[in-house]
């Protein structure tokens, strides 16, 4: 269980420093939404079933998607 | 390994706060700060729901008869931030409107050319 | 220059926080409130999840003033976006017939996953704001698949208005029947059934409609004349 959890929290990390990296806006989307995703699961581990299944539709799906249409309508690559 | 047992999800909670701080006070584009934002309010409900974890605890749900109410996690962050992400997704709405708003009246999301232009 | 600053600004920041940290303890009881929540949560509100009876019962005026922000938000979104020009409509790109078909089939089956989850958010996992949300993807399903489809704006303002005035009128016949805002003033019945637990069902029932509809006009807010 421990070591699930450790490798959940480092590839959450990962994407969280990936989304600082990357120069292409829409894949800087992609690593927070990942970050969100894997932040339901440990919501999950931790007993808190309602916030997992909020964090999953609001966090993963919804704001990716806001980000992404917000991101069409402006510029993609960072300058 | 007990102090990875114990700290585990608190490291995790931390890690994203400061990579949160990094992108908002580093990053001149403006839907970057926006992503830094959004990352932020993950690590803070991340580390709310950690607090009111119990160890072997179930959840607070009383969904057959005879479970033992003395290891039920606390409900109250739970709530608490049940409601924070709803808000904290009207929040990030209406500043990438504001960022939308902004490009189509100077042309560009950063942040330093936007202050060169003054209007 | 500037990101050396911010480097030291954090060290700072992290050493400040972890020194705190390190005296909250992971994994042991901490709070007396939640205990007495837990301990009489059903007695007093009927729901059998604890989570649904503290965030509508026992803080439910915390979660009026919770919606009231979400609808600012939407509303300021609109203000901000809207334009008197109006944008000359480009040609829109339809999309594949695998898309268009399975957008066209799963619309329905997510519709009714919504529904479920904010009908029984007193006795499982969910509620109100998870099933407006799932049901809000479901309409974002609908604006990738069939591009040229729009919802109704008057519809859905008039759902929005009528879920906040269902949430205030039933606060307010508490006032009316009782001693304060919000008291459950319906019978709880026996708990572990669909109907019991007195206002929260109806509370939650109307919250659903409001955020669904809400979400839903934050994004065509957003797509529009994208």
Known sequence: MIIVVSFLIVLMLIGAIAASIFRDLISAVIAAALVSLIAAILFYFLQAPDVAMAEASIGAALTAAIFIIAVRRTKRYEE | ?119 | MRRAVTIILLIILALGISRSLAKIPFGAHKTKVGKYYINEGIEETGATNIVTSVVLNYRGFDTLGEITVLFIAAIGLGAVLTTNVKGETRKIQPASLVLYTGCRLLFPLILVFGTYIFIHGHLTPGGGFQGGAIIASGFLLIYLGCRERRINRVASNLIESLGGLTFVLIGLLGLVFGSYFLLNFLPKGTANTLLSAGIIPIIYIAIGFKVGSELTSIIDNLIEES
């Open chain 2, 1 to 119: 390994m007990s102090f990875l047992n114990s700290y585990i999800y608190y490291i995790g909670a931390f890690g994203l706060i400061l990579v949160g701080f990094y992108i908002i006070l580093v990053k001149h584009n403006l839907i970057k700060v926006i992503v830094g934002l959004g990352i932020l309010d993950t690590g803070v409900n991340l580390f709310l729901i950690s607090v009111g974890y119990i160890t072997k605890g179930t959840a607070p749900i009383f969904s057959r008869p005879g479970i033992d109410s003395e290891y039920m996690v606390d409900p109250v962050p739970q709530a608490l931030v049940l409601t924070a992400i709803v808000i904290g997704v009207a929040v990030l709405a209406l500043a990438l409107s504001l960022a939308i708003r902004l490009y189509q009246h100077y042309g560009t999301l950063n942040l330093r050319k936007i202050r060169e232009q003054r209007w």
